[in-house]
């Protein structure tokens, strides 16, 4: 069984969905939880508090992650609060514009390089010396299995903002291993989450007729994977990708 007691995690965009199931298994594992979220909501505030019911030290930072200032700041907080950070999960996404590659503006590239690309950098960059100065700390990012597949037709700028994640995240492995810090990625295949507008298995029947499971992902199979990584049963595992997707990748 992981444990994780007395562990400070950050994981970002957590206020459901992937995130929020992220969250929920560190904290019955033991660990303090810090969620984020662009802004502050009722529903947050009520997970923040069901955590606090349960015996988890919880806390929650409003942050823009795309913004370095936000960025820093939601560092102070974890800096002032717990002193130290354990594991980072990078778990922001969005693919926010479909449309055809010859008609995506600067604006809507940039967009999208900003929140699934740009956010990793300037989270991982804020939180480096906190984790530095715990030992055997972790970092797990959420890319993306459009990153093997190339992702459905009108996502290209999407597709390329994760195919950064999945490059940095192993370039990350190479160059943090000298301060023992661990950095792998997760990639989430087909999954019922708020990541899409509408029920996932009524948007693509089609595609989950191609997983070898025959379902869809739920947000805690991701984050069984995301708490391997960060475990100590995983102290040996780093520049890894795992594909948690049903066997679609078998196709």
Not at 7 to 20: D, E, F, N, R
Not at 108 to 137: A, C, F, I, R
């Amino acid at each position: 069984m992981f444990a994780f007691t007395d562990k400070v995690v950050l994981v970002t965009g957590s206020a459901s969905g992937i995130g929020k199931a992220i969250a929920s298994e560190y904290a019955k594992l033991g660990a303090k939880v810090v969620l984020n979220n662009l802004v502050e909501t009722p529903d947050i505030l009520e997970f923040v508090e069901e955590l606090k019911q349960q015996g988890t030290e919880a806390s929650f930072v409003a942050a823009d992650v795309s913004k370095r200032a936000e960025v820093h700041n939601m560092k102070l907080h974890i800096e002032k609060q717990y002193g130290k950070l354990d594991i980072l999960v990078n778990n922001v996404g969005a693919s926010l514009i479909k449309k055809p590659f010859s008609e995506i503006t600067d604006e809507e590239w940039d967009l999208h390089s900003d929140v699934n690309l740009k956010s990793v950098y300037l989270v991982t960059q804020e939180m480096l010396p906190l984790l530095q100065s715990s030992e055997g700390s972790s970092i797990v990012n959420l890319c993306s299995s459009v990153i093997r597949n190339g992702g459905i037709i009108g996502g290209s700028a999407y597709t390329a903002a994760k195919g950064g994640v999945d490059a940095l995240t192993r370039a990350l492995a190479k160059e943090l291993a000298a301060d023992k810090i661990r950095v792998n990625g997760v990639s989430p295949g087909l999954v019922d989450s708020n990541f899409h507008s509408e029920n996932v298995a009524n948007k693509y029947p089609h595609l989950i007729q191609e997983i070898p499971l025959k379902r869809v992902g739920k947000p805690e199979d991701l984050a069984g994977a995301v708490l391997f990584f960060s475990s100590p049963y995983a102290s040996y595992v780093t520049g890894e990708v795992l594909e948690v997707g049903g066997g679609a990748r078998l196709k």
